[in-house]
């Protein structure tokens, strides 16, 4: 019998594509694959992207991963490049290059290479990571346009910090500052996440940058009930494994954090933190057996949660399957229960969990 299961459903990948670029008509996609495709598994999920014109990863490491995996497409590098050293790396591979400070551009500027790599010029619009200031945009647009080892076109890029919240007016100003540099310029634009792709049309350019969104998870706070049309890609499932009464007035779990008020029947389910199920997921956090939501109850330990069955009315059994989130329990309410965002817990699914993908 096989426990913990990602079940990674590949149609609705391909139709949760199809919506972004239902929001974002015309735009070309960045489909955004850092962290293992948010838990879902890199190779596996960038094979299902044909209609993508771009993949996007984090580190040198995973886009590696993407060429060893056989992926052709072109892949951004969205911290950009590390040492000088990398940079032959990035053109052997056909990846291209954020930069946002000075160190990388002078890099870049003082290498010897073979033939220019693709460059997306970062600018710091009110997020503060990553970016070079407003003030240097002209200079760094410049040099870029100058140096033998950038490709002519420049493309420039920003990210939103707030695009998440519709009333946050932070989102509208990061655009406007944006634009008021960029627009004098005849480049390709790209400033929008899954947030910016769903709320912020006037924020869409020529390049979008879904992730979230792609998997079928809302962007959005207060995301829970919102589907915007997507269809989520992830279910994780389980198996009870014992089932047992427990009389009133006992201590349940780890510290005794749950205390049985009066006789019930736990089902023992093989999930933990272990398999990346958040610790923190409060008394009552749902999970969905025989088409039943049920709460869970006591501490989430490393491979067991217990959740609390009543008199077992449904005649849960050991070896029924248990679905911790999923189509049918979305893996936004389980965030909130647990006091995180969704991306954390699909991020931190860990490789005991076997994965199974349907075509
Ligand atoms: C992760 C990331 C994205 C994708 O964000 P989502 O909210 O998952 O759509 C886009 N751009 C940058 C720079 C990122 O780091």
Known sequence: MRLAIAEINLQALAHNLAQVKRFAPGCKVMAV?????????????????????????????????????GLTKPIVLLEGFF??????????????????????????ENTSLDAPIA??????????????APSQ??????????????????KLMTHFSCADDINDEKTAQQIALFNSLADGKNEQHCLANSAGIIAWPKGHGEWIRPGLMLYGVSPM??????????????????RVIAIRDVDADQCVGYGGRWHSDKPTKLAVVAMGYGDGYPRHAEQGTPVVIKSQRYGIVGSVAMD????????????????????????ELPVEEIAQCATTIPYELLCNITPRVSYEYQE
Not at 52 to 69: C, H, M, N, T, Y
Not at 119 to 132: D, E, S
């Open 119 to 132: 460059c997306w010029l970062k600018v710091n619009t009110g997020m503060h990571r990553l970016g070079i």
């Open 137 to 154: 945009f002209e200079s760094f647009y410049s040099r870029l346009k100058a140096s033998q080892n950038a490709r002519d076109d420049i």
């Open 221 to 238: 706070l207060n995301g829970v009930g919102q589907q915007h049309g997507l269809e989520p890609v992830m279910r994780l499932t389980t």
């Open 304 to 327: 067991m949660i217990t959740v609390d069955i009543g008199d077992n009315r449904d005649n849960i059994k050991v070896g029924d399957e248990v679905i911790m989130w999923g189509p």
């Open 83 to 108: 040492h000088q050293d990398d940079l032959p790396i990035l053109l052997a591979n056909n990846f291209q290059t954020i930069i946002h400070d000075e160190n990388q551009l002078a890099t870049l």
């Open 33 to 69: 694959l850092k962290a293992n495709a948010y838990g879902h598994g890199l190779v596996k999920i960038a094979q299902y992207l044909n209609d993508a014109d771009a993949f996007a990863v984090a580190r040198i490491d995973e886009a590696l991963a993407l060429r060893a995996g």
